[in-house]
């Protein structure tokens, strides 16, 4: 077998004090390489001799081997005594028990002191291989499992941070606004003290909203979201959402026109999460838009798929912006963004969404003209 030329290697010291032996298990090993049926990734082997037990302590103290192979059997320290301090230290590795001096005693007792496997001397390369692959196989999961619950942690510090983060602006603003409210001659004129209670209620509208995703959001990523599908048309869910949304476009002047096929625009799904898809693309429009601006939602119907493409003649965003737009709490910071409210998981929802119906998200934008969003959702594509 070639020697691998790059990729993870592990470092396997030899610990015996037969030269033969040590020599043997080299070559047994030269150029043998290991492949993880999970990943695919291979993993070549780097192997370091060494005679005694105590030369193996000082090697694992300056190396740091991956696995060692440990003769029961050697002048001065013998195998056990090396696993006994290296249980002590609970170090990361995998050690295999060798010997000439095969007995269930010596095996029960090797393992209780930590050995991953045991080898009876004399042992083929054929059988040291077998025993090297499934070492290398084991320790390469509980590393991989390990990084995992590191990732976990991780991830779970950096969502609290978030979600301290956002949470924090609206409260501590809403707590000032209340002790301006206490000292009633501070706020004798009623316009003022209006002003404040609706800058609170948006705060608090804000909040609600981030709390609502969070939830839509873990349910999809649980799994524990609840689907009812059922045959809708398009057309209606997008006349629904166009209604909803039509306050607040009002209130800034913008219209919002619906492009759709004279035709219904059939599709097997879950109207709640049809209305999550088109109020985020049509909410977005509305909020990243200017003021007498336009939205247009277009609607097509292809025999494998439906599009919904919703494009505004909003702030529009660069290249640089355009690549963080998905990412978990990323919202679009700069000088025209700062007023505009969100959570930062509209769309990390709305291409969760579209997932279920093999489908995706797709954006093309435009600083100072404009976004379009387009989702296309396959037919006969949910998956569960």
């Not at 524990?224 to 039509?246: F, G, N, P, Q």
Request: charged share 30%; glycine share 8%.
């Amino acid at each position: 077998m070639a020697e691998e030329a790059s990729g993870r290697r592990f470092r396997v010291l030899v610990a015996d004090d037969e030269e033969g032996m040590r020599l043997a298990v080299e070559r047994a090993l030269r150029g043998f390489t290991v492949t993880l049926d999970d990943t695919g990734e291979t993993i070549g082997m780097d192997v370091v001799l060494v005679d005694s037990g105590e030369a193996a302590i000082a090697e694992i103290e300056r190396s740091s081997p991956d696995i060692v192979l440990l003769d029961h059997k050697m002048g001065g320290m013998s195998g056990l005594e090396v696993l006994s301090w290296l249980e002590e230290r609970d170090i990361d590795l995998l050690a295999v028990m060798i010997t000439a001096y095969a007995s269930i005693e010596t095996a029960i007792s090797a393992t209780r002191k930590g050995a991953y496997d045991f080898l009876a001397k004399p042992f083929t390369p054929g059988e040291l291989r077998v025993s090297l692959r499934q070492a290398v196989t084991h320790l390469a999961a509980i590393r991989k499992t390990r990084e995992l619950e590191e990732e976990k942690r991780r991830v779970r510090f950096q969502f609290i941070s978030v979600l301290a983060h956002e949470l924090k602006a609206p409260l501590g603003a809403i707590e000032g606004y209340l002790y301006v409210l206490q000292d009633k001659n501070a706020v004798s004129d009623p316009a003022v003290y209006d002003r404040i209670v609706d800058r609170c209620q948006i705060r608090l509208v804000g909040m609600r909203k981030l709390i609502y995703d969070l939830l839509d959001l873990t349910r999809l990523e649980s799994g524990s979201h609840r689907r009812a599908l059922v045959e809708c048309d398009l057309r209606d869910a997008v006349t629904t959402s166009i209604e909803t949304m039509t306050p607040d476009a009002d209130r800034r002047r913008i219209s919002i026109l619906r492009e759709a096929p004279d035709g219904p625009v059939g599709l097997m799904a879950d109207p709640s999460e049809l209305g999550i898809i088109l109020n985020n693309l049509i909410s977005n429009a509305v909020k990243y838009n200017r003021e007498g601006g336009s939205i247009t939602v277009r609607l097509k119907d292809l025999p494998d798929q439906v599009v919904i493409a919703v494009s505004d003649t909003g702030i529009g965003m660069s290249e640089e912006e355009l690549g963080k737009l998905f990412q978990e709490f990323t919202r679009i910071r700069n000088a025209k963004t700062k007023d505009i409210l969100g959570s930062g998981l509209g769309l990390t929802i709305l291409q969760k969404l579209a997932a279920l119906y093999g489908g995706a998200v797709a954006v093309e934008s435009t600083p100072d003209v404009g976004s379009t969003f387009t989702v296309n959702l396959m037919k006969g594509t949910t998956a569960v």
